[in-house]
């Protein structure tokens, strides 16, 4: 309940003695009570591991076309249906579910490193560097994604296909831009922990141990800053995910011939009228991504936050 | 209060200046020459291209064009549209107003919605309605705006017929007539990009509400003796909706960009439409220019948010 937080843990250990358990099954625990996040995580492996095995057991190919099946229903064929190429929508969206979230966690990757660098590096300085690079990030907090997003692929999307083709150029492409302008809250997240994290004695005691900056902060500060990080990458998995969802439903992301969720649903949205199915089925698939994730930051939140008391 | 406003706007100067630097960097670092059809262009002399290339000043170092450009957008002189065969600010003033009816409105709709369900959730914590608004604000900033604009339209305009599904801006028809079509055709792309805003702020509403309710003058002011309601509108929401106005000026940036979902998928003659179509068009003056807009407006409504705040807090000095 709200307002009966104890003083601090020990006070609570000493009242329910009962087992001891390591950092890790004490998250576990907790995350456990959290029931929406549990059942968000059990549906999310159950989607990851059909688009990682699907392809290997549903072995309809993604391009095959079949005017006799044009625009048909779900059936036992397809269980998904067709699209108006006689395509099969199942094996497209195992496919397509393989790039949605491979751009998901990429660009997570990419947020997480950039944030994590400056958050780290503004956090330590106590001059004119810190300061410099929060009016950086605040500048890049008040920039507009979404235009900026599609300027910069309108305006670099040829040179990078003729380096990395046609596939890989798009991913390179997205996947850093995405990560790239959504850094700002993990650097902010990181610098505020850093910032009463480097006072602490602990890392006095390291000082005094003669431990360089670099080991300080790897070895001492970082761990302990994890718990916050780690629930933002969560949600930033989410949110890049809906950005390249997005950034394909406006027909500007990956080519047609790779059907990402976005795309099939941009594909669909002409022919909402007589095949329904068509878009319901990638628009579910993209929400259930994204609540599951959504949900299990929150699971999170409740799992690694020490200072709250469940 | 005039002298805050002035600090303020003297605060947003930087910072759009800042924004007009990444904008002509991310520009100038881009790969492609305007002039590279004429290079290959076997009856272009070298002689004219190298007049045509200094007179454009291409080959002069990055800042110098940087400040002319600067100087250039800031006299309003913004370029020629060469698809619309119009002079972009024109256009982009054309194009405005359909915009920012629509995200005005669905703004004020999330308020509409947002401040009494977080400020009801708040006051009861972990009851059966708290439990229902975060379960439904979790999923209403879950589902993607242009899923639920393609359910709405699938739903109201498709199945029961009952809403158009194309924004049209010159609608013909004069008095009530006009306004009752205006209305009909604005309700499913306000309440898309309304719904949406109104889940994550529902969310801030109540976790600020919480935060305050616990204070001590919330207890003297109940002790008092003032009535519930009076203590919570007067008391509390108040002073929660502080940190409120700041997280919903951060939000300002998705909330564009929510727009432009919006206006694709009900065609709405607005700039995030103009954006998108001169993005597949090629017109790069038009698509700058857009950009630059979409982000003095984020800059415009922090100024906003940031009067507000002084407003609502008055231990923030005006001097």
Redesign the interface.
């Known amino acids: 309940m709200a307002g009966s937080t104890p003083a601090s843990l020990t006070a609570d250990a000493g009242v329910a003695k009962t087992r001891a358990y390591s950092p890790g099954r004490e998250a576990w625990r907790r995350f456990r009570r959290h029931r929406l996040a549990t059942i968000s995580a059990g549906i999310l492996l159950v989607m990851i591991t059909a688009i990682l095995l699907g392809p290997f057991i549903w072995r309809v190919p993604i391009n095959e076309i079949d005017f006799t099946a044009r625009l048909s229903t779900p059936s036992m064929k397809h269980p998904f249906g067709t699209d108006d190429l006689g395509q099969d929508l199942l094996s497209r969206m195992l496919y397509g579910g393989r790039i949605s979230l491979a751009v998901g966690f990429a660009a997570m990757f990419v947020a997480l490193t950039i944030g994590t660098i400056i958050g780290a590096i503004a956090g330590m300085s106590r001059g004119w560097l810190g300061t410099a690079l929060m009016w950086v990030t605040d500048l890049f907090l008040s920039l507009p994604q979404l235009p900026l997003l599609l300027l910069v692929i309108y305006l670099f999307r040829d040179a990078l296909k003729a380096t990395f083709g046609p596939e890989g150029g798009v991913f390179v492409l997205i996947v850093v831009v995405i990560g790239g302008l959504r850094w700002m809250p993990v650097a902010r997240l990181v610098r505020a922990q850093f910032l009463s994290l480097r006072e602490k004695e602990f890392v006095e005691a390291a000082r005094a141990l003669g431990a360089s900056r670099l080991r300080m902060v790897v070895r001492h500060i970082l761990p302990n800053a994890l718990g916050p990080v780690i629930i933002a990458a969560t949600i930033d998995v989410a949110a890049a995910i809906l950005a390249e969802s997005t950034l394909s439903f406006l027909g500007l992301g990956f080519p047609p011939d790779i059907p990402t969720w976005g795309r099939i649903l941009y594909d669909s949205k002409d022919y909402l009228d007589i095949a329904p199915h068509w878009a319901l089925f990638p628009g579910a698939a993209i929400f259930i991504a994204v609540v599951t994730i959504n949900f299990i930051g929150d699971g999170l939140r409740d799992a690694l936050d020490a200072r709250r008391v469940i | 209060m005039g002298n805050y406003v002035l600090r303020r706007l003297m605060i947003a100067i930087p910072?759009l200046l800042?924004?007009s630097l990444?904008?002509f960097c991310?520009?100038a670092l881009?790969?492609?020459d305007p002039f590279e059809e004429l290079a290959t262009n076997p009856n272009v002399p070298p002689e004219v291209r190298a007049a045509l290339r200094a007179k454009f000043g291409i080959d002069d170092p990055v800042f110098v064009r940087y400040f002319r450009w600067l100087a250039a957008m800031a006299q309003g002189d913004w370029g020629f549209s060469f698809v619309s065969r119009m002079d972009v600010d024109q256009l982009i003033l054309q194009r405005l107003p359909a915009t920012l009816f629509v995200v005005g409105l669905s703004q004020l709709l999330a308020i509409a919605i947002a401040i009494p369900v977080g400020v009801f959730a708040a006051t009861r914590?972990?009851s059966l309605f708290d439990q229902i608004a975060s379960?439904l604000a979790?999923?209403g900033?879950?589902?993607?705006t242009?899923?639920t604009g393609?359910?709405l339209?699938?739903l109201f305009s498709?199945t029961l017929d009952w809403l158009p599904f194309v924004y049209r801006s010159d609608i013909a028809a004069t008095g009530w007539r006009w306004w009752w079509e205006q209305f009909r055709q604005s309700i499913m792309p306000i309440s898309v990009l309304g719904f949406f805003q109104a889940a994550s702020m529902t969310r801030y509403v109540r976790s600020a509400v919480?935060d305050v309710i616990?204070l001590d003058y919330v207890t003297t002011a109940r002790a008092k003796g003032l009535g519930e309601k009076v203590v919570i509108t007067k008391h509390v929401v108040r002073n929660a909706l502080i940190p409120v106005v700041t997280l919903v000026a951060?939000q300002?940036?998705?909330i564009?960009?929510g727009a432009?979902?919006t206006e694709?998928?009900f065609r709405i003659p607005g700039i995030g439409a103009l954006?998108?179509s001169s993005?597949?068009a090629n017109d790069t003056p038009v698509?700058?220019a857009?950009?630059f807009v979409?982000?003095c407006?984020?800059?415009f409504f922090?100024l906003v948010a940031d009067v507000l705040y002084g407003w609502l807090d008055p231990r923030i000095t005006y001097r």
């Open positions: 910072s800042g924004i990444v904008l991310v520009l881009a790969p492609g914590p972990y379960t979790f999923v900033f879950s589902l993607p242009f899923f393609l359910l339209i699938l498709i919480l616990r951060l300002m940036p998705a564009f960009g432009i979902v694709q998928i954006l998108i993005i597949l698509i700058m857009v950009t979409f982000a407006l984020v800059v922090n």
